[in-house]
Every structure is written in C-alpha cells, then in structure tokens.
Nanobody
Framework: QVQLVESGGGLVQTGGSLRLSCAASGRTFSSYAMGWFRQAPAKEREFVAAINRSGDSTDYADSVKGRFTISRDNAKNTVYLQMNSLKPEDTAVYYC????????????????WGQGTQVTVSS
C-alpha cells in the first residue's frame, strides 16, 4: 500500500556527513512507523533507527546513537536519516522501511521496503 524510494547516498570521507531521504507514496504516510536499516557486504541486515507515526519518539542502534538522527515530515511524506561523523564501518546499503505496527528493531516487523541507497565512507 506504500511505495518507498531512498535517495541521498554516495561517497563521503571519514568524519563527513550525509542525509538520506525516503519518499513515500500515498496520503497515509502518517499511519506508518518508519525505520532505517543497513546491510554491509557479507553482513546481515541490521537495525539503524526508527521513528513513530507522529515523529516524537525515536530509537537508535547503539552503534549510531549520537551520530545519526532520524526525522520525518508527514506533510512531505518523507523520512530522513541525518548521518554525521561517518565512519568506514557505516558503509552499507541503507534501506527505509514502513510498518503499521509500533516502531520496532526487528526487520520482520516491517512490511514495506525501499530499494536501498549505497553509502560508502572512505578512510
């Protein structure tokens, strides 16, 4: 029922910043909690951040806490991931996902996924 398209990925040096965007289709965006996940080469997909429907509650993986910020603009049907102080270990394909359930760290709780956007952090 919702289509997600990520953008904003690219190549950045260690310590740099990048902002990812995830644009959702439809007019029911505010019904979904949103999450960001990432998958590095030869690794499993891991939770990065999540945000509730109204945008007033967030959750972060310990590995990104203090460096990344998830936010949403329901008027624009868009969720963002601001990434600061990037490290080489942040290199991965980043995916946004939507769920009609409460925000969750488990990928299995999300029923809708974007195509992913590549983030590469060079040393």
């Amino acid at each position: 029922q919702v289509q997600l398209v990520e953008s904003g990925g690219g190549l950045v040096q260690t310590g740099g910043s990048l902002r990812l965007s995830c644009a959702a289709s439809g007019r029911t965006f505010s019904s979904y909690a949103m999450g960001w996940f990432r998958q590095a080469p030869a690794k499993e997909r891991e939770f990065v951040a999540a945000i509730n429907r109204s945008g007033d509650s967030t959750d972060y993986a310990d590995s990104v806490k203090g460096r990344f910020t998830i936010s949403r603009d329901n008027a624009k049907n868009t969720v963002y991931l601001q990434m600061n102080s990037l490290k080489p270990e942040d290199t991965a394909v980043y995916y946004c996902a939507a769920t009609l359930m409460v925000p969750n760290r488990a990928a299995s709780r999300y029923g809708y996924w974007g195509q992913g956007t590549q983030v590469t952090v060079s040393s």
